[in-house]
């Protein structure tokens, strides 16, 4: 009788077995770090007015689209050809933070979604939500576009607290 309730028990487990969904492995969290890494140096590039970095880190042709919310705007867009361009003649400081981002890799794809608040001059401007896609390419992760909204009013003070006085500086 031991033997027949092995059995069983061994027939129980494998049916388990059978019908249980499979395991997918999961993104390595250095890609994710990557990936964040790669979103912070855009950041800082635009603190910085430096063209050369965030071409480096972006592809030419991806666009990021603009949706201001509460106007009555078409959304915008532009290349990520021009939103370099437009950094080699900038004359203000901008500082753009990100909190709680949620990343998603899969196979040399990724998404970065994170609420946002942007500052120029010194002085609050807008919040929103930031939405980017990178790819992994021979010379690392880069961004192939985004879409993010402009909302001026209804914005929740960022955990970071406000910037410090050196933010944004160039």
């Given at each position: 009788?031991?033997?027949?309730?092995?059995?069983?028990?061994?027939?129980?487990?494998?049916?388990?077995?059978?019908?249980?969904?499979?395991?997918?492995?999961?993104?390595?969290?250095?890609?994710?770090?990557?990936?964040?890494?790669?979103?912070?140096?855009?950041?800082?590039?635009?603190?910085?007015?430096?063209?050369?970095?965030?071409?480096?880190?972006?592809?030419?042709?991806?666009?990021?689209?603009?949706?201001?919310?509460?106007?009555?705007?078409?959304?915008r867009s532009v290349t990520l050809n021009e939103f370099a361009t437009s950094f080699g003649k900038c004359g203000r400081k901008m500082l753009e933070?990100?909190?709680?981002?949620?990343?998603?890799?899969?196979?040399?794809?990724?998404?970065?979604?994170?609420?946002?608040?942007?500052?120029?001059?010194?002085?609050?401007?807008?919040?929103?939500?930031?939405?980017?896609?990178?790819?992994?390419?021979?010379?690392?992760?880069?961004?192939?576009?985004?879409?993010?909204?402009?909302?001026?009013?209804?914005?929740?003070?960022?955990?970071?607290?406000?910037?410090?006085?050196?933010?944004?500086?160039?």
């Open positions: 009788m031991p033997i027949l309730r092995v059995f069983r028990i061994a027939l129980v487990v494998v049916g388990v077995l059978a019908i249980a969904p499979p395991v997918h492995a999961q993104p390595a969290a250095s890609d994710e770090r990557e990936v964040l890494a790669v979103t912070q140096k855009l950041f800082d590039a635009m603190v910085a007015c430096d063209e050369v970095t965030i071409r480096a880190i972006t592809v030419p042709e991806g666009r990021l689209y603009r949706q201001t919310v509460g106007a009555d705007v078409p959304a933070r990100m909190w709680q981002p949620q990343v998603r890799v899969h196979k040399g794809i990724a998404t970065v979604w994170t609420p946002y608040d942007f500052w120029l001059d010194g002085k609050f401007s807008h919040c929103g939500i930031d939405s980017f896609e990178l790819m992994k390419t021979p010379r690392g992760w880069v961004l192939t576009g985004g879409t993010y909204t402009v909302e001026r009013e209804g914005c929740v003070p960022s955990p970071l607290g406000p910037p410090s006085a050196s933010a944004g500086a160039r």
